[in-house]
Nanobody, 111 residues
Framework: QVQLVESGGGLVQPGGSLRLSCATS????????MAWYRQAPGKQRELVAG???????NYADSVKGRFTISRDNAKNTVYLQMNSLKPEDSAVYYC?????WGQGTQVTVSS
């Protein structure tokens, strides 16, 4: 069964940084655009950032200039570098490939 394996969440102070990782199979990685979503308590899941097979990225307005999505073809891994984190960035972050979701990783931004 194809999986998306996420890591890198945790607790960070406002203004801090975290990097999320999402590893998958070579088959999925080579064929797919991938993305990061997040869901805060009581809110709908929302797209944070996406990246095409060719490496073109798009971002939610709320994270532009602070978050960077990238992909490492040698490691079949997608990253989300999150800088200047704010309390409102707190959520469960999910990795996505077509028809596949990761298990989610908690990000909490708090002093």
């Amino acid at each position: 069964q194809v999986q998306l394996v996420e890591s890198g969440g945790g607790l960070v102070q406002p203004g801090g940084s975290l990097r999320l990782s999402c590893a998958t199979s070579t088959f999925i990685f080579s064929l797919s655009a991938m993305a990061w979503y997040r869901q805060a308590p009581g809110k709908q899941r929302e797209l944070v950032a996406g990246i095409t097979r060719g490496g073109s990225a798009n971002y939610a307005d709320s994270v532009k200039g602070r978050f960077t999505i990238s992909r490492d073809n040698a490691k079949n891994t997608v990253y989300l570098q999150m800088n200047s984190l704010k309390p409102e960035d707190s959520a469960v972050y999910y990795c996505w490939a077509p028809n596949i979701w990761g298990q989610g990783t908690q990000v909490t931004v708090s002093s």
